[in-house]
């Protein structure tokens, strides 16, 4: 037997020792699943009842101890799920009252505003405007942190250049990792770069709201949260249990973009989370070699969107060949030149936003 082996099994035994609130094991119980160790890392999932879901909350931090425990183990994540659609409900979306001795503290105490990016739709540059726009209020002296969202793509180890993987603080809290001056967490970093994410909803959720509570995220001015597409389960674990004080809408000019776009700020009003702004990406197209300027999407879509439904227009960002090398490479144009012309673009966007909630 190899070592990784004999790691794996000591990891699941670990996990299958807890012990249950009605008496017995995880082992005995069988609700283990979706277990996995690769480079030091472990995720696994328990399976409930939603009616289980504040019984078996002790019972997953202890799994999760036992699993950070384990020789070799570096990092762990473990998620309560349900075959059931439904989920337990999610935290207010307003700031709770400061918790009672024995209590746990609120979620992200030391962060001034949790920003959601969010578009509605993939394939519009979110996460690339997320980290442009992260690196634009990094540039303009605040502290920063990113959160990515999107458990099934996610994207900021590669738009950000992380390599490795997240140590374990002394509380047993996963530390962010850092990249330009940025603090950053990802389900990629925990999962090897070809997985497969085959969660449920209920895991979706509980995996997020672990990275929102159990990474020591320390002193921010913003945590910008890049959103996965779409207006299910995920939106609504970050949208009710993370205090937004607001989300930026990303879109490109075209119809087909803005109708899910307005989805998503539906959406958050019906959960009272303000719309701090939309930005256009992809607004048009310089040819590199005649100078052209092409609206391949159209142009000025989002603009008009955002004077329709009354939300401020934070600004326009054009498709650049430098944009997507960039981005390619792990080196953001706004970090490797901030004065250059889209760095500015970011910069001035970042700026509005930051207007909109000084």
Known sequence: ???QQHRTDAARAALEAVPLP???TLGASGRVSGFSFAQGRVIASITIAPEEAQAFAAVREAAQAALLATPGVAAALVA???ERSSAPAAPPPHPAPAAPAGKKPPVLPDVTHVVAVASGKGGVGKSTTTVNLALGLRALGLKVG???ADIYGPSLPTLLGLRGQPKVGADRKLAPMQ????KVMSIGLLVDE???MIWRGPMVMSAITQMLAEVEWGRLDFLLVDMPPGTGDAQLAIAQGARLSGAVIVSTPQDLSLIDARRGVAMFRKVDVPILGIVENMSHFICTDCGARHAIFGEGGAEAEAKRIGAPFLGAVPLTMELRRASDLGQPVTALDP???TGRIFVEIAGRLRERLS
């Open 1 to 3: 037997m190899t070592d």
């Open 22 to 24: 009605a008496g017995g």
């Open 80 to 82: 309560l799920t349900s």
């Open 146 to 148: 990113i959160l990515d």
């Open 179 to 182: 990249a330009y001056g940025l």
């Open 194 to 196: 070809e997985t497969a």
């Open 339 to 341: 004065d250059g012309v």
